[in-house]
T-cell receptor, first 109, second 114 residues
Framework: GQQLNQSPQSMFIQEGEDVSMNCTSSSIFNTWLWYKQDPGEGPVLLIA?????ELTSNGRLTAQFGITRKDSFLNISASIPSDVGIYFCAGRRGNQFYFGTGTSLTVIP | NAGVMQNPRHLVRRRGQEARLRCSPM?????VYWYRQLPEEGLKFMVY????????ESGMPKERFSAEFPKEGPSILRIQQVVRGDSAAYFCASSPPGTPYGYTFGSGTRLTVV
């Protein structure tokens, strides 16, 4: 199957710090998505990107669709405790979304 | 407007039993997708269905697994003769017709095979 590599695997940061995580693939995708998953819940869509080079913001979150269409990054500014969770990138090809292995974020108050 | 509803939230089955997982899509959504998530892993695509049709089942194991989305009622993911390796969280997602972007996930069913 498709391999999406997310980094870092985990992050421990102080409240108020900015966060950056990225996702790379050996294949091209038409759409990149970023999801957040809380324990025991399903993933919730944060940001969707549809064009290479696109930069999109949603509140304190900013994500970009890489020019090569093989990567994407997500930034979170001024982190707060409720940002804790696992963040997944997903790339779309055809009917399927291929998910990365996730970045676990811990915010220390 | 209720979200994607999955039930049960937790399901325990003994080896060899059948597991039936249900998913009711959001109102107005006619496309349903099933994903499986193993502990500390990302979600893996299993199957994509529209009403009464299986569109893409390339992620479904060849044996013991089946899915349906009847004209009336929820989508069902059925696992026959479960084994310990089937223990995972199973998520359903739905989208309206013609949506090329991300869809809405349910809260999942956590299957434990003992």
């Amino acid at each position: 199957g498709q391999q999406l590599n997310q980094s870092p695997q985990s992050m421990f940061i102080q409240e108020g710090e900015d966060v950056s995580m990225n996702c790379t693939s050996s294949s091209i995708f038409n759409t990149w998505l970023w999801y957040k998953q809380d324990p025991g819940e399903g993933p919730v869509l944060l940001i969707a990107l549809y064009k290479a080079g696109e930069l999109t913001s949603n509140g304190r979150l900013t994500a970009q669709f890489g020019i090569t269409r093989k990567d994407s990054f997500l930034n979170i500014s001024a982190s707060i405790p409720s940002d804790v969770g696992i963040y997944f990138c997903a790339g779309r090809r055809g009917n399927q979304f291929y998910f990365g292995t996730g970045t676990s974020l811990t915010v220390i108050p | 407007n209720a979200g994607v509803m999955q039930n049960p939230r937790h399901l325990v089955r003994r080896r060899g039993q059948e597991a039936r997982l249900r998913c009711s899509p959001m109102k107005g959504h006619s496309h349903v997708y099933w994903y499986r998530q193993l502990p500390e892993e990302g979600l893996k695509f299993m199957v994509y269905l529209q009403k009464e049709n299986i569109i893409d089942e390339s992620g479904m194991p060849k044996e013991r697994f089946s899915a349906e989305f009847p004209k009336e009622g929820p989508s069902i993911l059925r696992i026959q003769q479960v084994v310990r390796g089937d223990s995972a969280a199973y998520f359903c997602a739905s989208s309206p017709p013609g949506t090329p972007y991300g869809y809405t996930f349910g809260s999942g069913t956590r299957l434990t095979v003992v």
